[in-house]
């Protein structure tokens, strides 16, 4: 009996550190986040504009204005959870040019030369920051909300407060809960997670067009949440974009990731 109590004690106690580990670490697992030099210098073939948005708290966000002579919108693209500016700025760049459209692109806090505190309510309000900055440039039916993975989360909280054109979401999930229920299904998520990124429930409040894409092989987000995002979304003109046999980070490499593109934002 004494064994069993001391064996019920060590599985208590494990169980304790385990979820005191998720709760400290958790920000690690969901933001793989690098940072650059304050005095990093972007390069582009596209005419652009360094930005430096101050939050309420004091925290600086740094972002990316492409900019095209003639744009057909902006497009506020929230990006993934790894990697910076020095790299999505990149692929905003393709976007403006390919498709003509202003791109506004921001690191989150903890990214690239972005400064400040992070915290659920924190971040959120720096996408809405950043929605402002667009709304001073266009009227908000020329701006299109694009969330890429992670990115998603900020795109339709965003999609939630604003009258934008649309919204765009690639690759993105339900909810950090069920993305993480099915590796720690042992833990109380729902208690010790301090960034739930509920999209699921955002998406029934969203009633502008809403197109997602979302690859059939994905491993990271599966395809089941999109699929989930496409049903649960509120707005009676929305579409659903298959790609066949495509993972998480390689639509790009389908033709009919663009042919997509093409018809979203011809």
């Known amino acids: 009996m004494k064994r069993l109590k001391t064996i019920g004690i060590v599985i208590i106690a494990f169980y304790i550190v385990i979820s005191l580990m ?78 003509q459209y202003d791109v506004v692109i921001m690191d989150y806090r903890g990214y690239g030369k972005s400064t400040g505190k992070r915290s659920y ?10 929605y402002k900055y667009c709304k001073t440039k266009f009227s908000e039916d020329s ?28 690759s993105t999930f339900t909810s950090v809960y069920d993305i993480g229920s099915k590796r720690f299904w042992f833990l109380p998520l729902k208690w010790l997670l301090k960034y739930p ?24 987000v599966p395809y089941e949440h999109g699929q989930k995002l496409y049903k649960k979304s509120g707005s009676g003109n929305k579409k659903i974009y298959t790609i066949q046999n495509g993972l998480h980070n390689d639509l790009i490499s389908y033709p009919e990731y663009f042919e997509a593109l093409n018809e979203i934002l011809k």
């Open 197 to 220: 990124f509920q999209n699921d429930q955002n998406i029934q409040q969203i009633t502008m067009p809403t197109f997602i894409i979302h690859g059939t092989e994905d491993a990271i």
């Open 143 to 170: 701006i299109t909300i694009f969330g890429r993975s992670l990115g998603g989360a900020f795109a339709t909280h965003v999609a939630t407060k604003t009258n934008a054109k649309q919204l765009l979401l690639e």
């Open 121 to 130: 309510d924190s971040m959120l309000a720096d996408g809405m920051l950043f």
């Open 22 to 99: 998720l709760l400290n670490f958790q920000e690690q697992l969901i933001f793989r986040s690098q940072t650059l030099p304050q005095n990093h210098v972007f390069t582009s073939d596209v005419p652009f504009e360094q930005l430096f948005l101050k939050a309420s708290d004091g925290a600086i966000l740094n972002g990316l204005h492409y900019k095209q002579e003639h744009p057909k919108g902006v497009l506020l693209y929230f990006h993934g959870n790894a990697q910076t500016l020095e790299y999505w700025g990149k692929w905003a760049e393709k976007l403006s040019q390919d498709y």
